[in-house]
């Protein structure tokens, strides 16, 4: 009869085991999104946009609450590697664009922009950001809207010019001419 008790016993045992093994998967993961939807709901409010697709696609590039201050550098960056490398003018001033936007030197904004300037990012990398730049615009009061754009325009262009020319001033090339018109184009697009 002991036989038959420590038997069933190990049985009962084995099935606690397994139940409560079950239970806290599905706490864990409960947990887990329980903290994803925590964080988005932050980058969301960071980036002030609500589009959950467009959140997901910023999410699956690697952008976070401490990196999403860079979208709207992006666009410089994406200027920058027109003539395929970055050139010590075109750093400075994404850097300094960078600085003006609060992102401090070693954060882990400054790491990703800094692995910007040394690796390009995918096309997709700029296309989903410009995505949602103009989601972000259209959000905005027009007087807001198209003093951005203006000054979006104006800063691309001056990282156009940064390593042209004669003494790095004055002249575009023509691949960076067909960025500034497809920034032009994605950023002035109007929503329909």
Not at 39 to 52: H, M, P, Q
Not at 113 to 121: A, K
Not at 144 to 171: C, H, K, P, W
Request: aromatic share 6%.
């Amino acid at each position: 009869m002991v036989e038959k008790n420590d038997a069933f016993g190990g049985r009962h045992n084995r099935e606690e085991e397994y139940f409560h093994k079950q239970e806290l998967e599905v706490i864990d993961k409960m947990r887990r999104k329980a903290q994803t939807a925590e964080l988005r709901k932050r980058l969301a409010e960071r980036a002030g946009i609500a589009d959950e697709e467009l959140l997901a696609d910023l999410e699956a590039l690697g952008y976070t609450v401490d990196t999403v201050k860079l979208l709207h550098l992006v666009p410089l960056v994406q200027m920058a590697w027109a003539e395929g490398s970055v050139s010590h003018n075109e750093r400075e001033l994404i850097v300094k664009a960078a600085r003006i936007r609060g992102i401090e030197e070693g954060s882990a904004a400054d790491q990703l922009l800094d692995q910007w300037l040394t690796d390009r990012p995918s096309d997709e990398t700029f296309e989903k950001t410009l995505r949602a730049i103009r989601t972000i615009l259209h959000a905005l009061p027009e007087s807001e809207r198209v003093n951005y754009e203006r000054d979006m325009l104006s800063q691309a262009t001056a990282i156009a010019e940064a390593s042209g020319g004669f003494l790095g001033f004055g002249r575009v090339t023509e691949s960076e001419k067909k960025i500034l018109e497809h920034l032009a184009q994605v950023l002035l697009d109007k929503k329909s």
